[in-house]
């Protein structure tokens, strides 16, 4: 697994060397277009932007690369259940742990691998849900003690309450977030149509 993730990251470095280069900034207005992402296509052209950028802070690029990956899996599995997602959801995986090594505290990356869980075990691709289930609480219990107010968080707790059954706090998590992100304009921006009510 090691070994797999080593070479995974140094793939991504050597795209990194041979690509243009970006300044933060353009990092940052790439990121700001995850929310306005409607079509596989989208996604595809902000996963190339953010494994092409050349950056300060290559966790970042890693970690917005990760999660246009997730976004994308969501689109198409919102579309048809049936769309495979295994390929993109264990890709996002990969990267989101590259930028979890450069940042291994970030709550940001622990939300992302969160959700990225997450989404493995309601796809049904998750070798052991059970565990799954369980790293899913240890990522919230990370992330909880430095971005309590995080709406991705929110949206985090929101979909494991629902899978858990529980309707009425899925509900209110997702108001939570709806509420913190019109509170909020920090970047990162994303996960507004990961929000939904019933």
Not at 171 to 182: D, I, N, R
């Amino acid at each position: 697994m090691n070994k797999t993730l080593l070479i995974f990251t140094l793939f991504i470095i050597s795209f990194g060397v041979k690509a243009q280069s970006f300044t933060d900034k353009t990092l940052q207005q790439s990121a700001l277009q995850l929310n306005t992402s409607n079509t596989e296509g989208d996604f595809d052209k902000l996963f190339k932007k953010f494994t092409e950028t050349k950056t300060s802070e290559k966790w970042q690029a890693y970690y917005y690369a990760a999660a246009s990956l997730y976004l994308k899996a969501d689109f198409l599995f919102k579309k048809s259940p049936t769309s495979p997602v295994t390929e993109l959801n264990a890709t996002a995986s990969k990267i989101a742990f590259a930028a979890s090594h450069a940042q291994p505290d970030n709550a940001e990356i622990n939300i992302l691998l969160g959700l990225i869980t997450l989404q493995s075990i309601q796809a049904g691709i998750h070798r052991y849900p059970e565990k799954g289930l369980q790293s899913v609480s240890e990522y919230i219990s990370k992330a909880e003690t430095t971005a309590s107010g995080n709406p991705r968080l929110a949206i985090l707790k929101a979909k494991l309450a629902e899978k858990s059954g529980n309707k009425s706090e899925a509900e209110t998590q997702y108001q939570k977030a709806a509420t913190e992100f019109t509170s909020s304009d920090s970047l990162p921006g994303w996960g507004k149509q990961l929000i939904h009510t019933n």
